[in-house]
């Protein structure tokens, strides 16, 4: 039988923590500033005209929840692989983005089911049932 020490997991469930803090920071959603910076950039990229104030609006509302990582991966996407005359829509971003996205989420389970084990097993410890 395994013996669990006390103190290891609680080391390890504070790592954890810190990982888990530091990985929401990165997994920040994307700032409006970069989303109009980015769509100027592509509009002159692409040599297209910026879309009217309200049509930034609609782009922005759409992206801003983007973490900003998966934006970043799309944009750079996008100016590799885009082969039409227009601006990207919102939709062109996020399926962009759609691996990017997907390993974020991968990350983000793995690290707050270790530690959910983790916790339990503490839990466990402390109740005398291991």
Known sequence: MIRHN???LQAARR???RTINRFDEFIQPVTEVEILETLRALAATF???????VGLELYVAALRTIPR???VEARK???LH???AKLPYPADFVIAGAFE???ISAVDTVLRTNLRRVEQTLYLLREGMY
């Open 6 to 8: 006390s103190a290891s």
């Open 15 to 17: 790592s954890l923590e």
């Open 47 to 53: 040599q297209l005209t910026v879309p009217d104030a």
């Open 69 to 71: 990582p998966v934006f």
């Open 77 to 79: 996407q996008l100016v």
């Open 82 to 84: 885009h082969k039409y």
């Open 101 to 103: 996205a997907s390993c």
